[in-house]
């Protein structure tokens, strides 16, 4: 590379590295003040923890692209800079006026990402019956006494409805045409005089304008509740079998939001989405007000 271009991608990781310090320090700022509000309503709470929580994510997020910038910065000096590190040949300009500290060239990053796959993949989810699964937050705090409040009186806040709906407009959620409440056993709903995750699905398809269906979706088995110390196969077996599909026709070719309030392993959620599926839905995606 002659040093016109690398000059001129010189002075644009710089001004990128600029950026992100401003960015950073703002994030961090932000954090700051999070810490600082007082609030009384659990839902505000676990709004400022979530909030928190993706301005802390930010930062590090912003931290780890300086050290890629920093990188390719050295390479410049060193008059390296454009070749792949892991072969030696040139990136193609194109991928470096996208990414100006791009590392690897193509073939390289398809290769090393590959790799880097396969090694981090847990194998955990390969039984799960939907697509992709995303929580407001952990379990814990603010968000914990929320939903154990919505357990005792069917109201959704209005800042936990919102949270719900900014997670279910991110990819791959953002895809789904249909919101469907993981459905109590209608023994229990009589008990409680209400299912909660029919209220958090109802007031994520108000928010993002999709049909409601809270009828094609039965739990026909009874099961016992989820002790703590249950393992994943326990779970699994219990709730096996316990959903039905009594409207086919409404699903069909459908990519269902499956809505509940609390995702622990997955086994429910995923027996669920099994009957749905096996009922013809494209796709089954899950969003939940916690991850335990």
């Given at each position: ?34 810490d ?25 997020n ?13 390479r ?13 040949e ?68 209005s800042?936990?409805?919102n ?22 056993h ?18 994520v ?46 699903v ?25 599926k ?15």
């Amino acid at each position: 590379m002659d040093k016109r271009k690398m000059k001129s991608y010189r002075d644009r990781l710089l001004a990128r590295r600029e950026g992100l310090f401003k960015q950073v320090n703002e994030a961090e700022r932000s954090s700051r003040e999070r810490d600082m509000e007082a609030t009384q309503d659990p839902a505000d709470m676990a709004a400022n923890a979530y909030t928190k929580e993706l301005l802390i994510s930010m930062s590090a997020n912003d931290r780890r692209l300086l050290e890629h910038i920093d990188e390719a910065l050295a390479r410049v000096e060193a008059g390296v800079y454009g070749d792949c590190v892991n072969c030696g040949e040139p990136v193609a300009e194109k991928r470096l006026e996208a990414v100006p500290w791009a590392r690897y060239c193509l073939r390289s990053f398809a290769a090393v990402a590959e790799e880097f796959r396969e090694g981090v993949r847990c194998r955990r989810c390969d039984e799960w019956e939907f697509t992709a699964a995303r929580a407001v937050g952990a379990y814990e705090g603010a968000l914990r006494a929320s939903v154990l409040s919505l357990k005792r009186e069917p109201h959704v806040s209005s800042r936990l409805a919102n949270l719900l709906f900014e997670a279910r407009s991110r990819t791959p959620l953002d895809a789904a045409t249909r919101v469907v409440p993981v459905p109590l056993h209608p023994e229990r709903e009589r008990e409680r005089g209400f299912n909660q995750a029919a209220q958090l699905a109802s007031a994520v398809a108000s928010l993002a304008r999709l049909p409601l269906d809270e009828w094609s979706v039965r739990r026909v088995k009874h099961t016992e509740r989820h002790r703590a110390g249950m393992d994943a196969r326990a779970r699994r077996e219990t709730v096996a079998d316990a959903f039905q599909v009594a409207r086919p026709r409404l699903v069909g070719g459908e990519r269902v939001l499956l809505v509940d309030d609390v995702f622990t392993t997955g086994a429910t959620v995923s027996a669920c989405a099994h009957a749905l599926k096996r009922a013809g839905a494209l796709e089954v995606f899950v969003l939940t007000a916690a991850r335990a």
